[in-house]
C-alpha cells in the first residue's frame, strides 16, 4: 500500500554536497497543502537538486526530508505514485499518439477506467483533436501540454513543475496557470520552479528564493512588493 497524501513536506536542515560544493545548505522549510510554493534563485543556486530530492530521485546528504509523516527513505520506496513531475525532459514517446502515451502511463499507474480519464485530460489541455497522431508531428508546446497531462493523471497530491510553461504560447500559459489554481484549489502540494515572474506573481502563496544553496527568503510576497524586487534583494 502507498502512504498515505501527505499534508505537508517537512525539510529540516537539508544539505546536499557535491564534491566540495554545497548545492544545498541547511535548507529549512514547510511546503503545505492547498498551496503553491515558487522556487527560485539564479543559476546554480540548487533549485533543480532541491526539486530532485522532492522528487525522492535524489537524496539529502544531510538533515531530513518528511512527507506528512513518513520519512524520506520510506516514501522513495512507497510514495512515488503521490508524485507529479514535470522536469526538462518530456518523457513521451514520439512513436506513439498523444492518446497511447497517456493510457500507456495511465496502465503503469494501474489507474481504473483510464479511458475515460485519458479522455478528460486530452480535453483538459487542448490535445483532442490531435490525440491520435503520433506525438513525434506534435509541436514543442503541444508535447508540452501532453507532459503536463502525463504528470497529472495519475491525480497526485505533490506536484513538482520545472518550467511547466516552457515552448508553449500565451494561451498555453493561461492554461497552466489555471490549472495550477485548480491543484491548489484541489489541496494538494504545488512546488514550481519558473522564469515566469507574472505567473508566479500572480499565484505563488510562498516564494522561497534560494542564493548558492542556501535559502534566502520564504513566505508570501511582501504585500504591495513587485516580485521582481523582492527578487533582486535576495537571490
Ligand atoms: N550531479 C551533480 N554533480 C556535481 N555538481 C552538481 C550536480 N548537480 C548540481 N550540482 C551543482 O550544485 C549546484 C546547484 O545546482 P542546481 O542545478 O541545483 O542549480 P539550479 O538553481 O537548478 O540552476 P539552473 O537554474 O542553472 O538549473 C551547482 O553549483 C551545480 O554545479
Known amino acids: 500500500m502507498p ?5 505537508a513536506v517537512t525539510l529540516r536542515d537539508v544539505s546536499r554536497v557535491f564534491g566540495r560544493t554545497f548545492a544545498l545548505h541547511r535548507v529549512s522549510t514547510t511546503l503545505k497543502a492547498g498551496s503553491i510554493t515558487a522556487l527560485l534563485g539564479n543559476n546554480g543556486a540548487g533549485k533543480s537538486t532541491l526539486l530532485n530530492i522532492l522528487a525522492t530521485v535524489d537524496a539529502p546528504s544531510d538533515g531530513e526530508v518528511r512527507f506528512g509523516k513518513v520519512a524520506f527513505a520510506d ?30 502511463f495511465g496502465q503503469l499507474y494501474g489507474i481504473p477506467h483510464i479511458q475515460k ?88 502563496d510562498n516564494v522561497l528564493i534560494l542564493r548558492k544553496g542556501q535559502l534566502r527568503a520564504s513566505g508570501p510576497l511582501p504585500p504591495g512588493t513587485p516580485l521582481v524586487s523582492h527578487y533582486q534583494a535576495h537571490a
Open 3 to 7: 502512504p498515505r497524501s501527505p499534508n
Open 75 to 104: 516514501f522513495a520506496r512507497r510514495g512515488r505514485a503521490r508524485i507529479g513531475w514535470v522536469s526538462h525532459q518530456t518523457l513521451v514517446y514520439d512513436e506513439l499518439t498523444g492518446r497511447e502515451n497517456l493510457t500507456f
Open 117 to 204: 480519464i485519458v479522455e478528460g485530460w486530452l480535453e483538459r489541455v487542448g490535445l483532442s483533436a490531435a490525440a491520435d497522431r503520433p506525438v513525434g508531428t506534435y509541436s514543442r508546446g503541444m508535447k508540452q501540454r501532453l507532459t503536463i497531462a502525463r504528470a497529472l493523471l495519475h491525480d497526485p497530491q505533490l506536484v513538482l513543475l520545472d518550467e511547466p510553461a516552457t515552448g508553449l504560447d500565451q494561451a498555453g500559459t493561461a492554461l497552466v496557470s489555471s490549472l495550477l489554481g485548480e491543484l491548489r484549489d484541489e489541496g494538494r502540494i504545488v512546488v514550481i520552479i519558473s522564469h515566469n515572474f507574472s505567473l508566479i506573481e500572480t499565484l505563488a
